[in-house]
């Protein structure tokens, strides 16, 4: 007897040097840890590869792209770092699961290999209106470089959410975050927050509030622009 495979789907080995890490598969959790070999189960063509594992940051290259063929198995090796979960810079940020305003839930350290902004934000926060377009801005001009931005609103119904992103012509993730321990988890007290996070996890700048004056407005969105230049090597 024999199998006949199947031509839509090919084979793929992710290890680390950590056991246990999570695997992702096109920013999606697969729910296998490494070391695991996907035995003709990965569709054929181009997937992003990474993996998470709590309480160890990612070394170069955090993700991987790769090209599943039915031909040979794809194998993949990451190396991951222990590193201290915190709210400050050079700590890997707390995890998230949270809802976007599409109804999908998102885990946040699948995104682990891309620079992100995450950003806490509430309708009764006046700087935090403020400061959305200007963060659409960034996102808009550095989306080319695969920039991932999440706006966590911490106390407002999806309506609302919805209703903001449609005011302000928002087009970078959107998600609820009331009701859950993300605020308290990463130690918000005062908002608007702002924090970038480098390819491995960690967080490279955090900004605790904004203005509406305009040549301060100016000066903040020149150090936001810097850090990520830095990041992305502009």
């Known amino acids: ?125 006046y700087y935090c209106m403020v400061e959305l377009p200007y963060l659409q801005q960034l996102y808009s001009e550095y989306s080319s470089d695969s920039l991932k931005l999440f706006g966590i609103n911490y106390e407002d119904s999806l309506d609302v959410i919805q209703q903001k992103r449609t005011e302000l012509g928002l087009g970078f993730t959107l998600l609820r975050g009331a009701g859950t321990t993300a605020k308290s988890d990463f130690g918000i007290i005062g908002t608007p927050v702002t924090i970038i996070i480098d390819r491995s996890g960690k967080i490279y700048y955090y900004k605790l509030g904004f203005t509406d004056q305009a040549d301060k407005i100016q000066q903040e969105m020149t150090i936001f622009r810097q850090k990520l230049n830095e990041l992305f090597g502009r």
């Open 1 to 125: 007897s024999f199998t006949l495979l199947s031509l839509n789907y090919g084979s793929l080995q992710v290890n680390s040097n950590a056991d246990g890490a999570d695997i992702v598969v096109d920013n999606v959790p697969t729910g296998q840890k490494t070391p695991y070999l996907f035995s003709h189960d990965i569709s054929t063509g181009a997937h992003i590869i990474s993996i998470f594992k709590n309480g160890y940051s990612n070394d170069s290259p955090a993700k991987q792209l790769v090209n599943i063929s039915t031909i040979d198995t794809t194998s993949l090796v990451f190396n991951l770092s222990p590193a201290t979960v915190g709210q400050s810079v050079g700590n890997i940020t707390p995890d998230f699961n949270l809802q976007d305003d599409y109804g999908e839930y998102l885990r946040f350290y699948a995104y682990h290999g891309y620079v992100c902004i995450i950003n806490f934000w509430a309708l009764s926060c």
